[in-house]
């Protein structure tokens, strides 16, 4: 076994390209999944959301590949919402917003309770537009007073809750368990 002197660095595995598209499909395909499997139970759309396929989210916390699948899966799910191409474009956005900042906040080194926080706030102020805009049609008439309605604010409260309590309390064990047990 060859041995090391003080100017050699240990080599750092790294993944293929492969292991990454296999793992962003897979990702994708899962949020999906799951997604519809919330949907069964009324819980995937509206103001009262607890979409499972939201423990999801943190794992660009470890694998910033997975902010494609998680879009992906977010653009695929959004298909079968009651708000149309409203969710299918600002939901999305709204998605790869969060994860994009988790993925940074990965890089920063810092905690996942900061990133479901994150994650949580992002969808908390923007599903209740596209709830409200979604329902009501893309009228500017409607549009300026949105903001300040108290219907806006009651769904954002309600968003974070649902938002939140899946990302802590399913997403961080999950990615604890994969820093554990996967990542060794």
Known sequence: MPTMNG???PQ???ESWLVKIARTGLVAALYVVLTYLSSVFNLA?????FRISESLTLLPLIWG?????LTVGTFLSNLGSPYGIIDWVFGTTAT?????????LGKKGY????????VSLVNALM???IILVGAMGLHASNFDGILFSSVYWSYAVTIFIGEFCVVAF???PLIRTIRGRVLK
Do not use: D
């Open 7 to 9: 100017s050699e660095k």
């Open 12 to 14: 750092v595995h790294q």
């Open 45 to 49: 759309f509206g103001p009262m959301q």
């Open 65 to 69: 590949e997975t902010v494609l699948g």
């Open 96 to 104: 790869f917003i969060a994860l994009s900042l988790v993925k940074w």
């Open 111 to 118: 905690s996942e309770w900061f990133a479901a926080l994150l």
């Open 127 to 129: 599903v209740p537009l």
């Open 170 to 172: 399913l997403g961080i």
